[in-house]
């Protein structure tokens, strides 16, 4: 593949709070590829004056890789309002950081997900759990890394994790809410760059843990990409205006695939591990066509 440079005089800035393996191999694959003008940027270390005409950024692309939620969420809106290529844009950060826009999105595009409800007090969002049937799932609608998402096998579990919810952050009282979907003890992660799905992976749940997220012990595996997954996750990924998405699925036992999530800040060191594939250089190659 020819080597890419960004289009033109853009450059290219990879954007974090924090350094994990992902931003390093990012840059690493920007350096190996040649390309000349890109930076590691903690986006701690500056700030933006948000009145600027004719800004610099115009000429940027970025790769937002922050984890905070609030501190990517907000320097995307600020960049991409200064005219930054912004890999994922604004609208796009919005809708995955939150699972019940993100669920909506889906729905509208006739994505199949797990069966939800969403629910704005705790007696209606008992009563909603009583309609949708137990064993069911408690989840924030902006949170990562499966924390606080629990599983709420009868009324009384379901109670006492509403009651406590009730004594946090106002976010927390909005009640998102799934059906537990009956399926092996593994989800699928797969990882879309532009219009293809380049790699995906099963995540296995770890010893004494139903997640089956990475951060909670999970183990990968190599998963291999059929025409309904491939058709689904690029579908996933247009609905929410993706670039790079990481796109989570269940194998649901009576609904099949379900897409129950789709990151715009994806985590994809263990998919490069198992698979083989070279997903920072692919990322890399794509952003430096943006914006041409
Ligand atoms: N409705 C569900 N039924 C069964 N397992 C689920 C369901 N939703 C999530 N899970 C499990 O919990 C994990 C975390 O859920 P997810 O919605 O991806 O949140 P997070 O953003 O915290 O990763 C999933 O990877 C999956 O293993
Ligand atoms: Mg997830």
Not at 3 to 21: E, M, N
Not at 45 to 70: A, G, H, T
Not at 223 to 247: F, H, M, N, Q, Y
Request: with cysteine; glycine share 6%; aromatic share 8%.
């Amino acid at each position: 593949m020819e080597v890419p440079s960004p289009s033109s005089s853009k450059s290219l800035i990879i954007l974090y709070d924090a350094i994990r393996w992902e931003e390093k191999s990012l840059y690493e694959a920007a350096k190996r590829k040649g390309v000349q003008d890109c930076q590691l940027l903690d986006c701690k270390d500056f700030f933006v004056d948000l009145n600027q005409v004719n800004s610099d950024y115009e000429q940027k692309i970025v790769m937002q890789r922050s984890v905070s939620y609030f501190k990517s969420l907000h320097s995307t809106a600020a960049l991409e309002g200064l005219g930054a290529s912004i890999i994922n844009p604004l609208n796009t950060a919005i809708v995955c950081g939150n699972k019940l826009f993100c669920h909506m999105i889906l729905h509208k595009r006739n994505i199949k997900t797990p069966k939800s409800i969403a629910a704005f007090s705790e007696k209606s969002a008992l009563e909603g759990l009583e309609w949708l049937g137990y064993p069911a799932i408690i989840k924030p609608t902006v949170g990562s890394w499966g924390r606080l998402i629990a599983l709420l096998r009868d009324k009384y579990a379901a109670r006492a994790v509403i009651e406590d919810r009730q004594h946090m952050f106002p976010l927390y009282h909005v009640y998102y809410l799934e059906e537990f979907v009956n399926r092996p003890p593994r989800d699928i992660r797969a990882i879309v760059v532009g219009d293809s799905i380049v790699a995906a992976i099963y995540r296995y749940s770890g010893n004494d843990e139903w997640k089956t997220n990475m951060a909670l012990g999970g183990r990968a595996e190599n998963c291999p990409i059929t025409k309904d997954l491939e058709d689904i996750c690029i579908r996933a990924s247009k609905a929410v205006g993706g670039k790079v998405v990481g796109v989570d699925l269940m194998e649901s036992d009576k609904d099949g695939l379900l897409v129950h999530e789709v990151n715009n800040t994806t985590e994809f060191k263990n998919t490069v591990k198992v698979t083989g594939v070279d997903i920072p250089g692919l990322i890399v190659e794509f952003a430096c066509q943006q914006g041409k």
